[in-house]
């Protein structure tokens, strides 16, 4: 007779010891795939990143690489060199720049053709969402929001960014529309390389004005591989 073994927190401790002995790399892939139950669904996946990323979860914190799976409730984190590019389960891609944490907070219905994204930048730092090219035939596509601490951006096949800079979270649209909400009220961004400033989550955010060039290349700066670093 083959008696089941109960999974205590004894025996995952001994399964984690084992995999301590791994490679790093291999280690935080392996670590993942033991406790894969209490880190639910994977949202996204790594296609490419620069310098030390790393992930930080309830369950398991954990370095990320090339193919490494990303799950809600995750805090994903880029050094000052850092940079992180993840493709969506439903779709679309992240672009996550240097010196940021951003929360993967919470799907609304399936994971695989959601009808919301909600993500939360917890300071600093830079991210840039961009629209899959092909959009599913049946179901309509999903909103994305993403929160900061001075107010919260929200679109749907859209193409934008939002990040620090200048002392204060900027909003740039590259194509679509985006609604920048604080809790003073809300704006709605339609024409290309517009923004807002958002300083203040009690204040109404700003009229859309246009982005001088030289913002604009500092916010692609942060979103786009540079030749000088190497990306896995």
Request: glycine content about 8%; cysteine-free; proline content about 7%.
């Amino acid at each position: 007779m083959i008696r089941k073994l109960p999974v205590t927190l004894g025996l995952v401790a001994a399964l984690l010891g084992a995999v301590s002995l791994l490679p790093l790399s291999t280690r935080d892939a392996s670590a993942a795939e033991l406790i894969r139950p209490q880190l639910g669904q994977p949202i996204a996946h790594v296609i490419q990143r620069r310098a030390k990323t790393l992930a930080t979860h309830p369950a398991l914190h954990r370095s990320l690489n090339s193919g490494s799976l990303v799950f809600i409730d995750d805090v994903v984190t880029t050094d000052r060199n850092g940079y992180l590019g993840l493709e969506l389960i439903a779709g679309g891609e992240l672009r996550i720049g240097p010196n940021t944490r951003l929360k993967i907070t919470s799907v609304t219905s399936d994971i695989r053709y959601p009808k919301a994204i909600h993500l939360e930048l917890e300071e600093g730092g830079s991210v840039r969402y961009i629209p899959a090219e092909i959009q599913h035939e049946t179901f309509p596509p999903y909103r994305i929001s993403i929160k900061s601490p001075a107010g919260t951006v929200t679109g749907s096949n859209s193409d934008f960014w939002i990040g620090w800079m200048d002392e204060s979270y900027t909003v740039l649209l590259n194509h679509g529309e985006v609604e920048i909400a604080t809790l003073a009220g809300a704006v709605t961004i339609t024409e290309p390389d517009e923004g807002v400033k958002l300083r203040d989550i009690a204040l109404l955010p700003p009229k859309p004005v246009r982005l001088r060039d030289r913002q604009l290349e500092r916010i692609e700066a942060t979103t786009v591989p540079r030749d000088d670093k190497p990306y896995y």
